[in-house]
């Protein structure tokens, strides 16, 4: 029986995607999700496992591995994708203060993957995978989200340390977008300023991604690498 991929926040968006596109190919899925939704049952109904989350907490972390050790004795690849994105005027206004914003966004996006990697190290087949979900801003920084910005690189960070521990057994690699989806909400001035900033000045949508993944899924010899979705956004 083949070994399942795990896909953390596959609820939605890029995770959701991805999770779709590797069922739909006769893959194994194990998801994790922070709240219940609709495409939570859909992806059960294609033989999804899909396991609830709290990355907020270490508790929660290890509540998450346990399950994860109890639904697979391998796995085929991780697939870091669980995210927050709060900007320090959000989090300030939902009563944060600057090291609770911090301390936040480390957890979810490298507290939580470094627990999960070293607890399933050894449940990694050969030629498995790890790719971490990271941002374009891992390189750029960022005014408005200091803090996310700042943990996106650290996950980028894991992702060279965990390629230099784990190989040649195991490939470890970043995928950084940009703009890949807008959200339903987003003003149509919004759009038209976020596709300003590439020089292909398209929003490709969330297989981009997919595509991403499946070809750092089936590379011999990609490992320790970034592999940027940006539209160009570098040269402008």
């Known amino acids: 029986m083949s070994a399942p991929i795990l896909i953390t926040g596959g609820a939605q968006r890029l995770g959701l995607a991805i999770a779709k596109d590797l069922l739909s190919r006769q893959f194994k899925v194990i998801i994790t999700y922070r709240s219940k939704k609709p495409s939570i049952d859909e992806l059960i109904a294609q033989g999804c496992i899909a396991i609830q989350a709290d990355f907020s907490t270490d508790n929660g972390i290890a509540a998450c591995i346990n399950e994860i050790q109890s639904h697979a004795q391998s796995i085929r690849a991780i697939i870091h994708n669980a995210s927050d994105w709060d900007s320090e005027k959000s989090g300030m206004a939902s009563g944060l203060d600057a090291a609770q914003i911090m301390q936040k966004m480390m957890q979810v996006h490298v507290s939580a993957p470094y627990q999960i990697n070293l607890a399933c190290k050894e449940m990694l087949t050969d030629h498995a995978d790890i790719i971490h979900m990271t941002d374009y801003v891992q390189d750029k920084g960022s005014n408005k989200h200091i803090a996310y910005a700042a943990s996106k690189a650290a996950l980028h960070n894991l992702t060279l340390s965990f390629a230099s521990l784990l190989a040649p ?48 899924l089936n590379s011999d010899y990609v490992t320790g690498q970034t592999l940027h979705l940006n539209g160009g956004r570098h040269l402008k």
């Open 169 to 216: 057994s195991v490939k470890v690699n970043s995928i950084a977008p940009s703009l890949l989806m807008f959200n339903i909400d987003d003003t149509e001035q919004y759009k038209q300023k976020a596709l300003s900033k590439s020089i292909l000045g398209i929003c490709p949508g969330a297989q981009e991604a997919v595509k991403a993944v499946n070809f750092l």
